[in-house]
């Protein structure tokens, strides 16, 4: 199965801040498994539904100043076994700021060179 993406997706370990937007307000901080200038991937320890609204922050390294978002869970799935309570769910990026979203574009740019260099 191919897939389209828009973006290209990099595992990244960055921290991600998140809250949702609607009733009840759920917030806490993970650290992410991929990250695109499309949207993040990361495990969760309470079940969001998908179409679910999100502030988010993420804490790129080496940056005092988060980039800041609003997303949308795409889908959700179970991560770990039957008795886990953590959930992976994929967002997408629904709003990011221009400026926002170039600081994002040049830190995945330059991730992606730092990794080629190895």
């Known amino acids: 199965m191919e897939e389209n993406r828009k973006f290209v997706r990099i595992e990244w370990p960055v921290i991600i801040k998140y809250k949702t937007i609607e009733e009840p307000h759920i917030q806490d901080h993970t ?56 959930f992976e769910i994929g967002v997408i990026f629904t709003n990011v700021d221009s400026k926002e979203q170039k600081r994002l574009k040049q830190y995945i740019e330059n991730e992606i060179k730092e990794r080629r260099k190895t």
């Open 31 to 86: 650290v992410s498994k991929d990250v695109s200038e499309g949207g993040a991937r990361f495990v969760v320890y309470e079940r969001l539904m998908k179409g679910t609204k999100l502030d988010i922050q993420l804490e790129v390294p080496f940056d005092s100043m988060p980039i800041f978002a609003k997303g949308e869970v795409a889908w959700i799935k179970k991560a770990g076994g039957e008795d886990s309570k953590a």
